[in-house]
C-alpha cells in the first residue's frame, strides 16, 4: 500500500500563496494519475486538480483554473500544488491521491471513489 505524505499547509492571507507537496513511498508508475482534493465541514471531498504522470496532462476544477498549477517530479515521485490569489473559499484539508491504472487513461477522474491511495491531509487556512 503506498504511502502518500503532504507537507505545506498552513495559514495565509487573502490573495497569497502556497504551495503544497506530495511524496509517494513508492516509484508512480507511467500509467498512474495523482490529484489533489480538499474536504471542509460542508462539502466532501472535492476535486482540486489532477495530473496524468506519462504525458503531464493537467486537469483543474473551474474555482481554481487560473490560479492553481498542479506539477510533478518523476525523479522524486512528487506531485505539487502550487495555490495563488487564495480565496477565503479555498480554506480546506487537501488530500493528496493516486490512482493506480493498469494501463494508460487520457483524463483523470474527478471522483474521489476512482482514487487507490490518499495522504493523511494537511491544512490549508485563510484569513483575512
Known amino acids: 500500500q503506498v504511502q502518500l505524505v503532504e507537507s505545506g499547509g498552513g495559514s495565509v492571507q487573502a490573495g497569497g500563496s502556497l504551495r503544497l507537496s506530495c511524496a509517494a513511498s513508492e516509484p508512480v508508475l507511467a500509467s498512474y494519475h495523482m490529484a489533489w482534493f480538499r474536504r471542509t465541514p460542508e462539502k466532501e471531498r472535492e476535486f482540486v486538480a489532477a495530473?496524468?504522470?506519462?504525458?503531464?496532462?493537467?486537469h483543474y476544477a473551474d474555482s481554481v483554473k487560473g490560479r492553481f498549477t498542479i506539477s510533478r517530479d518523476p525523479a522524486k515521485d512528487t506531485v505539487s500544488l502550487q495555490m495563488n490569489t487564495l480565496k477565503p473559499e479555498d480554506a480546506a484539508i487537501y488530500y493528496c491521491?493516486?490512482?493506480?491504472?493498469?494501463?494508460?487513461?487520457?483524463?483523470?477522474?474527478?471522483?474521489?471513489?476512482?482514487?487507490?491511495?490518499w495522504g493523511q491531509g494537511t491544512q490549508v487556512s485563510i484569513y483575512s
Open positions: 491521491a493516486q490512482r493506480q491504472l493498469s494501463r494508460p487513461v487520457v483524463t483523470p477522474s474527478r471522483s474521489p471513489r476512482d482514487y487507490d491511495g
Open positions: 495530473i496524468t504522470w506519462r504525458n503531464n496532462a493537467k
